[in-house]
């Protein structure tokens, strides 16, 4: 419907709104020419109404097993004029009910069981005229002079390249449907198409089953209808005659296309009634575009009909997915992942197979190593990352993070919500100066910069040296796991150039305060640029790349993780709820 609108030049879509039972709101995507839009979606049909009155057509895609229902729920909207019902096989009682109601309240129904109806260059609601192909083929794209309507829906996108091709195309096309009981009939959209200046003709397909070409009889007969008339009662010759051979009532297609009696079968009687009441009735089906042709050309020798100026529609772009599909484009990808590959027979890290890890006894290390850094490393540096992650791990309930856990925790919320609380106060006052260590201890000693030079240069600018100091370690009282990690790295490492750099800044603080040493953050930022630099596995822009995307508080993140989630299951296994007023605890100021 959007791409017809398009094709037609409309500047705003036809569809106002989208009703979604239960919906609560919120809209659905689509394209309507090049560029994406947003449909409004409701969650009722009254809701639509009220907030789009303007809206007065409802094309109702329900099943057979709501349409009756929904329809109804339409009809008794003040807005909405015309309902479209699309489903097929909807129960004869429910239908009726619907054609009396909409009879009376003054309502259009077209179905049940219709594709709906198009006004050429205007809109079409429900898959009306078929394929984009075929609108074009049909010249839908703008107005013609001929009025259409028909039983099938099938043959309506047929008839529509017949009438294209035999006149200058329609003007208006509607299927009213193939239920035995159609909420419209071929002589009440006649009538309709007689009152339409811009409608010179009418063309008129009729089917076996039922008397609706009757009333379209009267209709002529009465004068009610003027214009030139071209009308066939399609399946007269075939199936009209293999009816006759049953005894019963035979159904064919659709739920109207039965044939009764002989008035019902769609043989000759029914054209020939048309023929008698003025309608133009071709001798058989293959001279209906022919008769059509001869009509309209006498319409435009007469001066009744003008030729249409032909106009070039625009394209609709083609869909992505039809275009990749047909080999017509290359689309790029949105996201490169360079890290692992699930498409296979079993997931891969940077290349390699969960098998292979498990072969080789891979840790939380090796799995670090290709997922953050792409690379195989060796054991000792798997280890060493183990061993961060251990260490880091948690550092009691005091710190922030581990605080807004539990806090999150006493609360009553989920897990995860204790977590993320907990992980985002991680910053540069916690946890986040391991980076930033690695980063200035560097930048520093690639410089060749003494000790003294680097701290005070620091001062000046105002920054405190990061990875130094610690409020309860000091000089006298060291930090276990700084002895543990330096221990490990001067027994496996290659090289611990950046370590002894930033022990060497170490001294020179603790002459100033005896609680300015080496830190768990600044130890593993210095270790990991030696871990990096003397491994042999990066270039030294690969190591700064390292640096200043942040590696590094990944590990950290990482090690904090397991802390935070044990500090929420262990208050949740105490289910100390959190207290509601802690007045105590705050001090006023004024």
């Known amino acids: 419907m959007l791409d017809f609108d398009f094709l037609c030049g409309r500047k705003t879509p036809s569809v106002a709104v989208i009703v979604q039972p239960g919906a609560a709101g919120g809209f659905q995507k689509l394209f309507f020419g090049q560029e994406e839009i947003a449909i409004p979606m409701?969650?009722?049909?009254?809701?639509?109404?009220?907030?789009?009155?303007?809206?007065?057509?409802?094309?109702?895609?329900?099943?057979?097993?709501?349409?009756?229902?929904?329809?109804?729920?339409?009809?008794?909207?003040?807005?909405?004029?015309?309902?479209?019902?699309?489903?097929?096989?909807?129960?004869?009682?429910?239908?009726?009910?619907?054609?009396?109601?909409?009879?009376?309240?003054?309502?259009?129904?077209?179905?049940?069981?219709?594709?709906?109806?198009?006004?050429?260059?205007?809109?079409?609601?429900?898959?009306?005229?078929?394929?984009?192909?075929?609108?074009?083929?049909?010249?839908?794209?703008?107005?013609?002079?001929?009025?259409?309507?028909?039983?099938?829906?099938?043959?309506?996108?047929?008839?529509?390249?017949?009438?294209?091709?035999?006149?200058?195309?329609?003007?208006?096309?509607?299927?009213?449907?193939?239920?035995?009981?159609?909420?419209?009939?071929?002589?009440?959209?006649?009538?309709?198409?007689?009152?339409?200046?811009?409608?010179?003709?009418?063309?008129?397909?009729?089917?076996?089953?039922?008397?609706?070409?009757?009333?379209?009889?009267?209709?002529?007969?009465?004068?009610?209808?003027?214009?030139?008339?071209?009308?066939?009662?399609?399946?007269?010759?075939?199936?009209?005659?293999?009816?006759?051979?049953?005894?019963?009532?035979?159904?064919?297609?659709?739920?109207?296309?039965?044939?009764?009696?002989?008035?019902?079968?769609?043989?000759?009687?029914?054209?020939?009634?048309?023929?008698?009441?003025?309608?133009?009735?071709?001798?058989?089906?293959?001279?209906?575009?022919?008769?059509?042709?001869?009509?309209?050309?006498?319409?435009?020798?007469?001066?009744?009909?003008?030729?249409?100026?032909?106009?070039?529609?625009?394209?609709?772009?083609?869909?992505l997915s039809q275009a990749k599909k047909e080999g017509k484009v290359r689309a790029p990808t949105h996201i490169v992942s360079s890290i692992c590959d699930d498409r296979g027979e079993e997931p891969t890290y940077a290349g390699v197979t969960m098998s292979e890890l498990m072969e080789a006894d891979a840790n939380v290390g090796d799995a670090i190593g290709l997922l953050w850094f792409k690379r195989r490393l060796p054991r000792y540096a798997t280890k060493f990352i183990e061993m961060c992650v251990v260490l880091c791990a948690d550092h009691g309930p005091c710190v922030s993070g581990a605080h807004n856990t539990i806090v999150t925790a006493r609360a009553g919320k989920d897990l995860i919500s204790c977590l993320v609380s907990g992980l985002l106060t991680i910053g540069p006052r916690f946890g986040g100066a391991i980076d930033d260590a690695a980063r200035y201890f560097k930048q520093a000693c690639d410089q060749g910069q003494e000790a003294d030079e680097f701290v005070e240069g620091m001062k000046r600018r105002g920054i405190r040296v990061p990875g130094i100091g610690h409020r309860i370690k000091s000089k006298d009282n060291r930090d276990k796991r700084v002895e543990l990690l330096q221990?490990?790295?001067?027994?496996?490492?290659?090289?611990?150039?950046?370590?002894?750099?930033?022990?060497?800044?170490?001294?020179?603080?603790?002459?100033?305060?005896?609680?300015?040493?080496?830190?768990?953050?600044?130890?593993?930022?210095?270790?990991?640029?030696?871990?990096?630099?003397?491994?042999?596995?990066?270039?030294?822009?690969?190591?700064?790349?390292?640096?200043?995307?942040?590696y590094l508080n990944g590990l950290f993140v990482l090690a904090r993780s397991i802390g935070f989630i044990g500090h929420a299951l262990d208050q949740k296994r105490l289910q100390q709820p959190l207290f509601r007023y802690p007045w105590d605890e705050v001090l006023y100021t004024k």
């Open 42 to 319: 409701v969650g009722s049909i009254a809701e639509a109404a009220e907030a789009f009155p303007k809206a007065d057509v409802l094309v109702n895609f329900s099943s057979y097993r709501s349409a009756f229902e929904s329809s109804m729920e339409a009809l008794r909207q003040a807005t909405i004029r015309v309902v479209a019902i699309i489903a097929e096989g909807v129960p004869e009682r429910d239908a009726k009910a619907m054609i009396a109601y909409a009879r009376d309240n003054n309502k259009i129904i077209i179905g049940p069981a219709t594709v709906g109806g198009v006004q050429a260059g205007a809109f079409k609601i429900g898959d009306a005229a078929g394929t984009l192909d075929n609108i074009l083929a049909c010249k839908l794209y703008r107005p013609g002079s001929v009025g259409f309507v028909s039983k099938s829906g099938g043959m309506s996108n047929e008839m529509y390249n017949v009438i294209a091709r035999a006149a200058d195309g329609v003007y208006e096309g509607i299927a009213i449907g193939g239920d035995a009981f159609p909420g419209s009939t071929l002589s009440d959209h006649c009538l309709r198409y007689q009152n339409i200046p811009q409608i010179k003709m009418i063309v008129v397909l009729g089917e076996i089953g039922g008397q609706d070409e009757y009333s379209l009889v009267e209709a002529l007969k009465a004068g009610r209808i003027t214009k030139p008339v071209v009308a066939w009662a399609r399946q007269a010759a075939v199936v009209g005659t293999c009816a006759k051979l049953f005894k019963s009532e035979v159904q064919f297609g659709h739920a109207g296309a039965k044939s009764g009696g002989d008035e019902e079968r769609a043989s000759p009687a029914k054209n020939a009634a048309l023929s008698a009441a003025g309608a133009i009735v071709p001798g058989s089906f293959e001279e209906l575009e022919g008769t059509i042709r001869k009509v309209y050309l006498e319409l435009r020798e007469q001066g009744l009909i003008q030729p249409v100026a032909e106009v070039a529609p625009p394209t609709v772009p083609m869909d």
């Open 487 to 550: 221990r490990y790295a001067r027994k496996h490492f290659p090289s611990t150039r950046y370590l002894d750099y930033a022990i060497t800044v170490e001294e020179y603080t603790l002459q100033k305060a005896a609680n300015l040493v080496l830190n768990v953050d600044g130890c593993i930022g210095a270790l990991f640029l030696d871990l990096l630099n003397s491994v042999g596995m990066f270039s030294p822009a690969e190591v700064q790349e390292v640096v200043d995307i942040g």
